[in-house]
């Protein structure tokens, strides 16, 4: 399914949701939610100007989120959220081997289960966490058994308090400019030219909000999110080169 369909049936299921959830007067909830859809949602909450809508991914800071949808006249009604996080770690810490993002995601593809109903991977030394819809909780325990070439047990724990602080690579080099494409190809070691297209086609995220032109700009402690490359952000310029370049830091997200 191509970009513009997807949006289709994305903006379908929000609107249902909106509706549905006003004429049941009860809060109902989506499934996680990339950047990309959470900045669909936020535009149809704008004209939905009656209905209240939150999101939540688990934890302060969390990328992926579900929604959820409030009814106007919902009075005093909170979400009980239907997140639930895992903690997954080695059956024997000796003879495991180092486990990515990539590689817990891959496993739980293998087992069919939809990227929507997952929120984010946050690993963290020799152990991860990842968020869920709570009903998929006991299955992805009972099923998770194995990552790569490890043994793993995963078990279902409490989400109140939890706190991640990832692990960033520091990265300090000169640029042309400021501008998004300029330090994304600092960031993630290619050319501008190659960068663009992922810009105008709506893949790339500044604190949240989908950025389709190159020449935005960035400002210290901006975060810039890349569908399929990562994470960085930008921490601040420090002086210009011999050659009038600006020299700059970054923290990417590793």
């Given at each position: 399914m191509d970009r513009e369909k997807e949006e289709a049936v994305f903006r379908r299921r929000v609107q249902d949701l909106i509706i549905l959830a006003d004429k049941r007067n009860c809060v109902l909830y989506s499934d996680f939610m990339n950047l990309y859809e959470q900045n669909i949602l936020y535009e149809m909450l704008q004209k939905?100007?009656?209905?209240?809508g939150e999101t939540f991914g688990g934890y302060e800071g969390a990328e992926r989120?579900?929604?959820?949808?409030?009814?106007?006249?919902?009075?005093?009604?909170?979400?009980?959220?239907?997140?639930a996080c895992i903690r997954?770690?080695?059956l024997l810490k000796k003879f495991a081997e180092k486990l990515s993002h990539r590689d817990i995601l891959g496993a739980l593809m293998n087992l069919g289960i939809d990227r929507a109903k997952t929120g984010d991977i946050a690993v963290?030394?020799?152990?991860?966490?990842l968020f869920c819809c709570a009903p998929l909780s006991e299955i992805i325990c009972g099923e998770l058994t194995r990552i790569r070439h490890t043994s793993v047990r995963c078990t279902v724990c409490r989400n109140e308090g939890f706190s991640y602080t990832p692990v960033l690579e520091k990265i300090r080099g000169s640029v042309a400019s400021v501008r998004l494409d300029?330090?994304?190809?600092l960031a993630f070691g290619a050319s501008r030219s190659s960068l663009?297209?992922?810009?105008?086609?709506g893949n790339v995220f500044v604190n949240g909000k989908m950025v389709t032109s190159n020449a935005c700009v960035l400002k210290e402690g901006d975060l810039v999110s890349v569908r399929g490359h990562?994470?960085?952000?930008?921490?601040?310029?420090?002086?210009?080169?011999?050659?009038?370049?600006?020299?700059?830091?970054?923290e990417k997200y590793v």
């Open positions: 939905f100007s009656r209905s209240r989120r579900m929604a959820a949808f409030i009814p106007s006249d919902a009075g005093g009604l909170e979400p009980e959220w239907p997140v997954i770690e080695p963290r030394d020799e152990e991860a966490f300029a330090v994304m190809a663009i297209s992922l810009i105008e086609h990562g994470r960085f952000r930008y921490c601040d310029a420090a002086g210009q080169s011999r050659k009038g370049r600006t020299w700059i830091e970054i």
